[in-house]
């Protein structure tokens, strides 16, 4: 394990809040979508079509870019194509500059954090207001998401409260969450009406019409949106579905399986800017679609991984995410599905440790809407980094090593007598320490074997 | 080389085989709407999850009344934001109408293209005489739905033609978990939703 991975995961597991923050929200996720999904009758042969529509699309995803990009601009959008993330942010800040903008209101998207456009916006010098009240509470705090659908799970009611009396003008005098909440409507409100530009993600593009989806359940994406003379959307390319009848079928497992919701609260569908005749409505659309990686993911074996819609389901149910939260992935996409995209996005050398921090016992793919083979794609990763030399030596010598004794049978039932009686010389049961296997019991005991190897038994006729 | 030859280059641009998008729309894997849909309708919209209430009425110049009533019983004055919408005329002479939409508008008043029975959603779109703000901002959002306009499935929504700006569908009132996974309504759009369903009793 490389000592930054260990050193975050340590912190994670050492923080008292941060356990109990990770349960109450990844647990009621867990609960709500149990619910959710016993009541959709059809949720199994759903998850298969979703996932035929992703393959659909992701096999044929120029073809759709283009059909996209024809319709939208049909409707009097400006679309751009970025090949990397820092192109993206170019085009935005371009688009941002090009119109004068002092601010901009930001509706909550995973994209715009993987580019890195907090960043980008600050360096030019363009006011930001985060107007999910999720990214809000991170962005006065001056951190990163912990998760992609809760992004300040990992904060306490306290810590928000103090955030908040630190930064709104108005703030709360209860010490209650809907205060705070309320505390929140007030303070954001001026932002995104006063904003000059607002810039959203994609759930969604709409192949046939040219429509950018957006889902959320606070509201705050059109509020963001409506209000300022430009909408710039920042979109990876995967998010194409060819009309609203196939996007209406991810939405409904989209919802279930993120909040355990049938629908979340607004769903939106934006084709070009406003009309000459409409009230309302920005006088630009500007939508950026975005490569970073997922045409070589595609034809190098990933494929099956842009099929996610980003429900945090993975996540969710996954039991090393629920013991060290979403910081300690060092990404920008935590949990399973961030430890399959992260080596693509940052390369393996930087990441080879996400993979390996999984127990392979596959609760993400079973509950995976659209169902990626996630344990198999961080195999792959495994033996990429094996085969490509990553792996530090003591870890290459221990394997081989191991590899070598396993190939020797009787050699092996040696070793493993020698080492039940080595192990059980420091504890019948459990073991507190054990020599060279301090990476374990420093946070918890270790089952101590039993007297006998099952082979031993075998043998003697046990069965 | 520009991004977009770049990555179309790559991904490559011919078209998939003919009818196989549409054969993943055949046969659409979705919940059963059985039995009445205005019945399932009002059943789903008053579900904890959406968290809305609804009355009916009769025609659309029963709306006053029926909104003055509604209004009162949130101890609030007879006072609006009604925008130019057709759906919506009657007499509202007993109300203050907002000239604008302001940033705090206690309530507003809209009416739905569609109601959805399964999930219990409202359908509306951006249209001259449509404003799409203000159903956002007011704290009370109450929407006039035709019994008519109820239909089953969320793919009912879909526009044929040119589409307008934007297409929205509200289910339920605004809602966020974010601060400890409690459930707080109105965190920045309407925190109550009332449906008014016009005809068919």
Redesign the interface.
Known sequence: MSAAFAKRVDAALADPILKI?VE??AG??EAKRAIAVD????FE??RT?AA??KD?VV?????Y??QFEAAATA?GAHV????TAD?ACEIVIGICKAAGARTVARSKSMMGEEIGLPHALAEAGIGRVE????EH?IQLADERPSHIV????H???EQ?SALFKQHHAQPHTEET??A???S??RH???G??GADVGISGANFLVAD???VCTVT????A??SL??PRTHIVTAG?EKLV?????A??L??LLARSA?G???????????????A?????PDAMHIV?I?NGR?TM??EGLAEMLRCIRCGACMNHCVVFRQIGGHAYGGTYPGPMGAVLTPALDGLAASRDLPNACTLNGKCQEVCPVKIPLPTLLRGWREKSWREGLEPATMRQGILGWAWVAQRPRLYRLAVRAAIFGMRRFGRGWIRTLPMASGWTAHRDLPAPDSESFMSRYARGER | M???A???G???????PPG??EA??AD?????VAGDLVETFLI?LALP?SGATYERIDTVADAPAAVARYLAGHSLPPAVFL?DDPGLAADWSGFTLSPAIT??EPAVIACARLGIA??G?LVFE???H????PN??GLHHIVLLPAAAITA???D??LPG?????????????????????Y?R?????RFLHVLVVGEM
């Open positions: 923050a109450r929200t009621t996720a009541g959709f009758a059809h042969a759903a079509r035929a529509i659909h096999a044929h995803l120029g073809y870019l283009e409707a751009h194509y970025a090949r192109e107007t999910d009240l999720a509470i809760w992004p300040a799970m904060k306490t009611s928000v969450i809907p705070m909440a309320e929140a409507r954001l409100r001026s995104m009406l019409s040219g429509a359940n606070e509201g705050n059109e509020l409506v209000p390319i060819p009309s609203m009848g196939h209406v079928q939405l409904r909040t919701a049938t629908l979340t609260q607004y769903t939106t569908f934006y084709t070009g800017p406003k009309r005749a409409d009230p309302d409505g679609l490569d045409s595609r034809d | 520009s991004a977009r770049d990555i179309l790559k991904l490559g641009t011919a078209a998939p196989a998008a993943l729309l659409p894997v979705r919940p059963t789903a999850a925008p940033p705090d399964e999930t959603s951006t249209a001259p449509a404003p799409m703000l956002f901002l499935h969320l793919e929504a879909a040119p589409q307008p700006r934007a297409q929205y569908w509200v289910t339920g009132v605004s809602g966020t978990t974010d601060i400890e996974g409690q707080i109105g965190a920045h759009g309407p």
